[in-house]
């Protein structure tokens, strides 16, 4: 399983949920060390874009040789997630302990439409990122971040007492929240982000009300 | 935006809809080669699995030079649609044109629930060879048979009088029949395709009824 937490050889043993706060504390010289490298690679990515972020010109970029971006970063994956890393933490953070409607507070269906508005939102501001991330077949959905979000929707409608079989509904209506259904329909047929925002609200109507 | 319909150097101009009896006429000697290729590769799936399958492997199986597979099929990817190809359009005539409830003759509702059970079965039964044709990111979504699955799912929820936006209600339905979920649900998850199916219908009813 992948998780959005970086791959850092000052760590020992898996990373549990990549939920905020959690990272064990790093030796200052070797956080350090890593900003630099993580703040290389955005650079990288805002001068070239997401294509032109490897191992190899982040490490040109800030002058160290490539085993050490290897060693910090595990692959370029790792890489990026550990970019996407801050706004992932405080994407998550807003909708499990952030002020209503959002967070906790607000009626479940509620909750669940500002989940997708927020969801396609984070989507769409990393867009090239996540896209250029993004696993192979057999991987891309056993994926840390995506865990989180189908778990979050699948409380949601327990709560809005949707009934019927909440995980698969739950399933398709993360389905509606992904990177590459996002970059389809907007980059290639056309489709404005309020049209999807739109599409999720009524999505949500007909999936979360008892059946 | 790919095609189902193989690449034939034989064959001028791009293929239209990848529906069935479409295939324009092929010399003898020309399609006694492609199925001798495709025979060859059936053969390297059946015994060696879907990993084993590359242009290099065929040519060997097949006795050819690596350059006759490549211009035959263009790269992996159309080789496997190519291989699909017989199963692809039996599938799709039987929800164009087959009988009821899968084809014409049946409530739209009744027909949305039959696709969805033979789209589920069809991906299973060909799972690993799908998988490993699968596109990258940007290109995954803009695929000729999914093309095919949207505008059918699109005009059944038209005529079921569903109501909201509806291009959006059937992207989000066709999100539920895609492969690397079903492979995710059934084997990394556990879950049966029983499941799945009663899984659609619940779905379906809750997608297809007026807002």
Known sequence: MNSIAPLDDERSGPPPLPLAGQAPP?????????????????????????????MEAVATAASVGKGTVFRRFGDRTGLIMALLDRSERLYQEAFISGPPPLGPGAPPVRRLEAFGVATLRHLDAHRELLLSAEPEACRRLDFAPRHVRVAHVTALLREARAGGDTELLAESLVGYLDVALLHHLTQQRGMTLDRLEAGWQDLVARVARPA
């Open 26 to 54: 790093m030796r200052a010289d070797a956080a350090r060390n890593r900003a630099r490298l993580l703040e290389a690679a955005a650079r990288l990515v805002a001068e070239r874009g997401a294509d032109c972020l490897t």
